[in-house]
């Protein structure tokens, strides 16, 4: 069974400072990892995902994450935090050897201050 | 315009009450979904349909029922709604193509309060 674990229920930076938010997953198959971002009273939005290949992935906002296969982790960074960085963050894992359902982890939500 | 619009975006109800929530999308994805999400728990799949004859139960299914009028557009009904089912509801879409990687595309929610 796929799981997604996000260790911290929240995450606390200063502006100008780099950000980690770290996510761990488990999946019988192939991992396509993502991250989503949701600001307040919004929809999630797609940040960025590693289906193969480069284990550090870019992706919107200057957001990047990284794959460690061998630790199952896939966790999100920025090496500079901004205000407008504060949201909810979620990662989420979808099995690619065939499986159609993503799940999703329970969210860690980011502070940045100025 | 949205791609995938919800309505509504905020309902109040009260217990025993029939409550649809309604989704459409102009993506012109196969795949649909209705999640919902409540704090600390991330997001649940209650339902979801890869096209229009397509209607497949998900995780937390019970007290939900689905209709998929047609490709665009994909509905969330509460028979009897109930004090628990107060939560966030998205309805998602995803593409089925070859090279589709599954990354979904969500609505701007709705929020259900059940009295």
């Known amino acids: 069974a796929q799981s997604v674990a996000q260790p911290e229920d929240q995450v606390n930076v200063a502006e100008g400072n780099p950000l980690t938010v770290k996510c761990t997953y488990s999946?019988?198959?192939?991992?396509?990892l993502f991250w989503y971002v949701q600001y307040p009273n919004r929809g999630l939005q797609f940040l960025l995902k590693?289906?193969?290949?480069?284990?550090l992935v870019k992706g919107s906002y200057g957001f990047e994450a990284e794959f460690n296969k061998s630790q199952t982790s896939f966790h999100l960074k920025k090496p500079s935090a901004l205000v407008s960085d504060s949201a909810l963050y979620f990662c989420?894992?979808?099995?690619?050897?065939?499986?159609?359902?993503?799940?999703f982890g329970a969210g860690t939500r980011l502070f940045v201050k100025a | 315009d949205a791609d995938v619009t919800q309505t509504p975006r905020n309902r109040i109800t009260k217990t025993g009450k029939r409550i649809m929530l309604e989704c459409s999308q102009t993506?012109?994805?196969?795949?649909m979904y209705w999640y919902r999400q409540d704090p600390g728990l991330g997001l649940r799949l209650i339902y979801y349909?890869?096209?229009?004859?397509?209607?497949n139960k998900g995780e937390i299914s019970d007290g939900y029922s689905v209709s998929r009028q047609a490709q665009a557009k994909f509905s969330l009904s509460l028979e009897s709604a109930i004090p628990n089912q107060t939560a966030l509801y998205f309805c998602?879409?995803?593409?089925?193509?070859?090279?589709?990687?599954?990354?979904?595309?969500f609505g701007e929610g709705s929020r259900l309060t059940v009295l």
């Open positions: 989420a894992v979808r099995d690619g050897s065939g499986g159609f359902k993503t799940i």
């Open positions: 993506k012109g994805h196969d795949r």
């Open positions: 590693y289906i193969t290949g480069d284990n």
């Open positions: 349909s890869f096209d229009v004859k397509d209607i």
């Open positions: 998602a879409t995803s593409d089925s193509t070859v090279t589709n990687t599954g990354e979904l595309f």
């Open positions: 999946v019988s198959g192939n991992p396509y």
